[in-house]
């Protein structure tokens, strides 16, 4: 008897084990069933996203690593070439080389995508080729930095920006342009050709320099070195962008032009720490009352210090401020001249108005323009902003990603990975 309950019990447990397998199966079977026809629903209504190879763009070099790059180079060649392929490509293409992958945007709705993003933390200027090569020179300064220190950064310049500070400068900008004015006149007493670009560029350095820290430089040898060394430097910087294995760190320490890059950016660093060790003992002598004028207009090393930007903050700003302002503008004074040049009858025309304002006593005293009568050359203006438009001065920059981000190319959904670099040409 007890055999045979032992014998009933044990059927009776495998019986159980039996019935509960087969109903987890069918179980398991019908939500697995259930769920592939839900995924197969969801993929119908949200098909998979296509990768980076569906987007078009000039055909690659054999050689992985140069990529489709060399399509771009010279850099002289660049715009020209990229703007041609914007009526081919419409949106955007990709380029690859060197290790990169570059996305050059064309139209505002795609670069809107990725700008956008950069509120979600997607984008970075962070190891983005532009950035990084000038990084050695211009540290974290304003161009370079994000996030809250670029915020903040941006707020303290912001206040030496306004309409109100341009008026406080025109007394330096009379100053200079009297001085860059009267040279021109000497250079072409002779009434031959002479190259004027280094006489625009270092005349916008003396302003900026003035501006910013209160210190003329103009017609100084202290100038005239600032200038050679940025040349240098930029120079050296072109070469890195024209010949891509130079951004490969160690192939560039082994190069001559590293040596000749490194110099610059020192002299020109000493240049920004002299302005800084002449603001700092100044404003001590203001203090104990050794000098002071009460018509000094308020700049950027003011702005800064108060802010509690250290020495090397400071200089960063400097360097950074010192490129952006006197390339910027010594390029587009390049370019109006250059097309007045092109086009006299709008340089008559500017003529025309410049001599009425300047010969009206009320518009400007002893040489002097004041700061109300630049609404009164609005022909000249117009023919600046033209000019602006042919030539801009930032022709692109750059972004690099670092998560993935979905965007619509076409019609169709691109998932663009993570370190994927962003050139949005305006």
């Known amino acids: 008897m007890d055999r045979f309950q032992k014998e009933h019990g044990s059927k009776t447990f495998v019986k159980d084990v039996l019935t509960l397998f087969l109903l987890f199966f069918t179980v398991f079977h019908f939500f697995t069933k259930f769920y592939l026809k839900l995924k197969k629903g969801r993929n119908e209504k949200n098909p998979q996203a296509a990768g980076l190879e569906v987007i078009g763009g000039p055909k690659p070099f054999f050689i992985s690593y140069l990529g489709n790059l060399y399509h771009f180079l010279p850099l002289e060649e660049t715009l020209p070439r990229t703007l041609a392929w914007s009526k081919v490509y419409r949106s955007c293409i990709k380029a690859t080389g060197a290790g990169q992958t570059i996305i050059v945007v064309f139209t505002p709705e795609l670069a809107q995508s990725f700008l956008k993003s950069g509120d979600f933390g997607h984008v970075s200027k962070e ?233 009206d006593p009320e518009q400007v005293s002893d040489g002097n323009l004041r700061y109300e009568s630049l609404a009164n050359l609005k022909y000249t203006e117009r023919c600046i902003l033209e000019t602006l438009r042919l030539f801009p001065v930032a022709v692109a920059y750059m972004r690099r990603l670092k998560t993935s981000l979905r965007i619509d190319y076409e019609g169709k959904d691109v998932d663009v990975p993570p370190g994927t670099s962003i050139i949005i040409v305006p």
């Open 127 to 359: 190891e983005a080729i532009f950035y990084d090569v000038m990084r050695p020179f211009l540290g974290n300064g304003v161009l370079i930095s994000e996030g809250s220190v670029w915020q903040n950064r941006r707020k303290i310049l912001k206040r030496t920006m306004t309409f109100q500070c341009l008026r406080t400068y025109t007394k330096i900008l009379n100053k200079h342009t009297i001085r860059f004015v009267d040279s021109l006149e000497k250079l072409f007493a002779d009434n031959g050709q002479h190259e004027i670009n280094d006489l625009i560029n270092s005349s916008f350095l003396a302003i900026i320099t003035e501006i910013l820290t209160g210190k003329d430089v103009g017609g100084t040898v202290e100038g005239e070195s600032y200038h050679h060394d940025f040349k240098t430097w930029k120079e050296c910087m072109i070469s890195r962008l024209e010949q891509p294995w130079l951004l490969v760190e160690l192939l560039w320490k082994l190069h001559p032009l590293k040596r000749k890059h490194d110099q610059a950016i020192e002299r020109m660093d000493a240049f920004a720490r002299r302005r800084l060790a002449e603001y700092k003992l100044k404003k001590q002598e203001k203090i104990k009352g050794i000098c002071g004028n009460s018509d000094e207009v308020r700049n950027t090393l003011d702005e800064l210090t108060e802010a509690g930007a250290t020495d090397e903050d400071i200089v960063h700003e400097l360097n950074t401020l010192f490129f952006g302002g006197h390339e910027t503008s010594a390029t587009t004074t390049h370019f109006f001249f250059f097309l007045m040049a092109l086009n006299p009858q709008h340089q008559e025309l500017c003529r025309t108005e410049i001599d009425q304002v300047f010969n």
